[in-house]
Structures are given as structure tokens and as C-alpha cells.
């Protein structure tokens, strides 16, 4: 009995010891290896979203930051200095200027009607200050045309700038300030035409003026000759008619 028990435990223990590497085995899932691949597929497709999210938004800031760059080229004080030049022109104006009072007093002095009770002397004066007056006008609209021209080249060359820069500009911010320089410069070439023709206009209507002021005081100096004189106006014949 003994030894039947002795080998019984014997058989157990190698049934025992057979059975334990084959519970120990790695079982193969096909099914379970499927879905880990596809979870790894759907996660790599993630972080490649996320890659070009990214790289996204870097162009993005890159982009960003272009459009706030500042503009490298200024043409203000050349601009602001061709406006000086012809200000100061315009400031130099002689005699009758570009004033209201100067030049209603101006007329009420020189320009009206010739007074009856004025010296011939005074008349003289008087038609002197108009010539004057209307050369200096000539020659101030002569020095006006002369720096509108002046200030030719220098627009020209910062045109020329401007455009370049506006086309080679790296964003909106480049851009823009270059066309408010363009505009700027625009604004500056205004500003000279009209200097321009409110010159020729003071010169022009200051030598209408005088014309119309000499008429009348002819006027009067004949009536003077003609009451003065003893000269009384009679019908002449000429070339023996």
C-alpha cells in the first residue's frame, strides 16, 4: 500500500511538472494584433495633424510678422522739404502779398479812382508803385516756376523709390506705408501747381489792376490838360483832306 502511494505521488508530481510549460506559452490573437496596428495607425495619423497644425501656425506668425514689418525707406523730409522751398517762395512775395488786408489797402491807395485834388507828382508816384508792384509780381511768379521746376527731380527720384519699395514689399504694412508716402508725395506736387498758378494769378491780376488804374488816371490827367491848359478840342484835317 505504501509503495502504491509513493508512485501515485510519484505520476501526480510528473503530470505536474510535464503540464506547466505548456500553460507558460505566448497564444497568437490575430484579431487583437489587428487593433493594436490600427490604434498605432490612428495615433501616428494624430500626431501628424498635430505636425502640420503646427506648421501651420508657424507660417502663420511668419506671415504675421512680415505684415508688421516697418517699411525701410522714408522720403518725409525730402517731401517735407520741397514744400519748405516753395512756402518760402510764396512768403517771399513783394509788395502786395498774399494777405486781404495788405491788398484791399493796397487798392484803396493805389488802385482806385484817380483823386481830383492829387498833384501830378502824387499821380506819378502812384502809377510808379503800381509798375512796381506789377513787376514784382512778375518776377515772384518767375521764382515760384523756377522751384516748382527745381523740385522735379527730387520727386521724380522719390517716385521712383516709392514704387520699387511697394512692389518689393514683404507684407501689408510695407505696402501701405509706401502708398501713404505715394500719396504724400502727390499731395506735395499739389501743393507746387497751386503755388504755381496763384502766382501767375497774382500777376496777371495785379497788371489788370494797373491797366484799369492807369486808364482812369488818364483820364484825369487829360481832363487836367484839357481845363488847365486852355486846349480846346476841335476837328483836325490830316493829309490834306
Do not use: C
Amino acid at each position: 500500500m505504501t509503495a502504491r502511494r509513493s508512485l501515485l505521488s510519484a505520476l501526480v508530481l510528473a503530470a505536474g511538472l510535464s503540464l506547466s510549460p505548456a500553460r507558460a506559452l505566448t497564444v497568437f490573437d490575430p484579431s487583437n494584433y489587428v487593433q493594436n496596428v490600427i490604434q498605432a495607425a490612428r495615433a501616428l495619423e494624430q500626431i501628424n495633424n498635430q505636425i502640420s497644425s503646427l506648421a501651420n501656425e508657424a507660417q502663420m506668425l511668419v506671415n504675421q510678422a512680415r505684415n508688421l514689418q516697418s517699411l525701410p525707406l522714408s522720403t518725409l523730409s525730402q517731401i517735407q522739404s520741397s514744400v519748405q522751398r516753395t512756402q518760402s517762395l510764396i512768403a517771399q512775395a513783394q509788395n502786395i502779398a498774399y494777405d486781404v488786408q495788405r491788398i484791399e489797402a493796397a487798392y484803396a491807395a493805389d488802385y482806385g479812382a484817380a483823386s481830383a485834388s492829387a498833384s501830378d507828382a502824387a499821380l506819378v508816384a502812384t502809377a510808379r508803385t503800381r509798375w512796381q508792384n506789377s513787376v514784382g509780381a512778375f518776377e515772384d511768379s518767375l521764382k515760384t516756376q523756377a522751384g516748382v521746376v527745381g523740385n522735379i527731380p527730387s520727386t521724380s527720384a522719390a517716385m521712383a523709390s516709392l514704387v520699387e519699395a511697394s512692389q518689393s514689399a514683404s507684407g501689408a504694412l510695407q505696402a501701405a506705408q509706401a502708398g501713404n508716402q505715394l500719396l504724400a508725395l502727390q499731395s506735395q506736387q499739389l501743393s507746387d501747381v497751386t503755388a504755381l498758378l496763384a502766382a501767375q494769378a497774382r500777376a496777371d491780376a495785379l497788371e489788370q489792376a494797373r491797366n484799369a488804374a492807369t486808364e482812369a488816371q488818364g483820364r484825369e490827367q487829360y481832363r487836367r490838360f484839357s481845363t488847365h491848359s486852355g486846349y480846346t478840342p476841335h476837328d483836325v484835317t490830316m493829309f490834306g483832306e
